[in-house]
């Protein structure tokens, strides 16, 4: 069987090349492939699939390059297309199977990867002496330094792709169940007589949900691992950590007996001390603890 032959550029490698070879390959699914790292104009026309070099982008030719003179196109946000979004367009809702999951995947991941890989910044860190550490820090943390004259570049940009794999896989996944689970959310919020108050009998995802409504202070959900049941505050922001109503002053950092007694239900556990998070042993005490909380 003839190997599918996928070429990217050779020298350095990047968050863009690593990811964009790695959706090809779960385009291709069991399909042989070679991967190839030149920039050899006359081993490029050999290629299958061609990405992040040869300066084309022709989808029909499966040409996925971005570096030409007026690029490759930018989203409706600006950002514009790099090679890992050239490919994520072209494949990403057939390896999906769902166009809401592909798109989850390009907002939550793709896009800042092509963001980073066109110079655009999309993010700051709002402490000077504290830097955000981003998948393209990992990506470069196996480049080779100054000093490893003798480096495995190329083992390395496999052994990325292969991480890449496991990594949109996985993303793949949550993006799935998110789907499936947003749905559920909504439909107990609908169902909820009091809104300030949402129980759930799974730990769906909740989060961005229920902070696009104006009523929901606390969510009560179950802890499987240890049978015990948590009561957490809903933030204003799912992206910040602002609560939109924090647990009492006198429960932070209490535990057990000492916050049983303070709050009145005697299976409480645990309040964390940022106070957005409370544990009780038993359904019915979170949804008290929760109830407590909404009146204090």
């Known amino acids: 069987m003839n190997k599918v032959k996928i070429i990217t550029h050779s020298a350095s490698f990047h968050t863009d090349d ?123 943390a196996f480049s080779p330094t100054w000093k490893e004259k003798d480096y495995d570049t190329l083992g390395a940009f496999n052994m990325l792709v292969e991480l890449a794999k496991k990594l949109l896989e996985r993303e793949i996944v949550v993006a799935s169940h998110k789907e499936e689970g947003v749905a559920f959310v909504e439909e107990i919020y609908r169902k909820s007589t009091d809104k300030k108050l949402i129980v759930m ?32 505050a809903v933030r204003k922001d799912p992206h910040y950590f602002e609560n939109k109503k924090d647990f009492p002053i006198e429960w932070e950092g209490k535990r057990d007996k000492e916050l049983a007694d303070i709050v009145g239900v005697s299976d409480a556990r645990f309040c964390h001390n940022k106070r957005f998070l409370t544990v009780a042993g038993s359904k019915e005490g979170a949804i008290a603890i929760a109830q407590i909380a909404i009146e204090s």
Do not use: M
């Open 201 to 232: 009998d799974e730990v769906y995802p909740w989060f961005e949900v229920l902070s696009k409504y104006t009523e929901p202070l606390f969510v009560v959900y179950p802890n499987r691992e240890d049978n015990t049941w948590s009561v957490k």
């Open 18 to 140: 690593v990811f964009a070879v790695a959706t090809l390959q779960l385009f291709l699914k069991d399909a042989l492939t070679e991967v190839i790292r030149t920039r050899d104009p006359e081993i490029i026309k050999t290629g299958d699939y061609v990405v992040d070099v040869g300066g084309i982008h022709d989808e029909k030719l499966k040409r996925f390059d971005h570096h030409q003179i007026g690029g490759a196109g930018e989203r409706e946000n600006k950002i514009p297309y790099a090679s890992f979004g050239l490919v994520w367009k072209a494949y990403g809702e057939e390896i999906c199977g769902s166009k809401t999951v592909a798109q989850e995947i390009d907002r939550k991941l793709v896009q800042y990867a092509d963001a980073v890989d066109s110079a655009v910044d999309v993010s700051k860190s709002i402490l000077p002496d504290v830097d955000p550490y981003f998948l393209h820090n990992i990506i470069h």
